[in-house]
Nanobody, 124 residues
Framework: QVQLVESGGGLVPAGGSLRLSCAASERTFSSDVMAWFRQAPGKEREFVAGISWGGGSTYYADGVKGRFTVSGDNARNTMYLQMNSLTPENTGVYYC?????????????????WGQGTQVTVSS
């Protein structure tokens, strides 16, 4: 079973940037979708961004468009999330997830594989 390991979280002031990484223990196939979700304190886990591994198409939640960029490195089996112009509302635990399928879907129940999460805290 594939394992996903996130890294790159931390404490950053508002307006700052972070880059998260998600390394997969097994090859990610062209038919897979990788995604990032965030769970803020006391809230449901929500979709942030996703990438279709084969075609490279991406999809973002409205609140992060233009500030966050999701990308993938096939040789390293690693997905990244570059986060710029961070605000305190972006605080939370960021999880990466993977599903087999060509469509990027924002529904967390469609992703069977999850990482353990990495904490991102944006101070005001």
């Amino acid at each position: 079973q594939v394992q996903l390991v996130e890294s790159g979280g931390g404490l950053v002031p508002a307006g700052g940037s972070l880059r998260l990484s998600c390394a997969a223990s097994e090859r990610t196939f062209s038919s897979d979708v990788m995604a990032w979700f965030r769970q803020a304190p006391g809230k449901e886990r929500e979709f942030v961004a996703g990438i279709s591994w084969g075609g490279g198409s991406t999809y973002y939640a409205d609140g992060v468009k233009g500030r966050f960029t999701v990308s993938g490195d096939n040789a390293r089996n690693t997905m990244y999330l570059q986060m710029n112009s961070l605000t305190p509302e972006n605080t939370g635990v960021y999880y990466c997830a993977r599903r087999n399928g060509l469509v990027i879907v924002p529904n967390q129940s469609q992703y069977p594989y999850w990482g353990q999460g990495t904490q991102v805290t944006v101070s005001s």
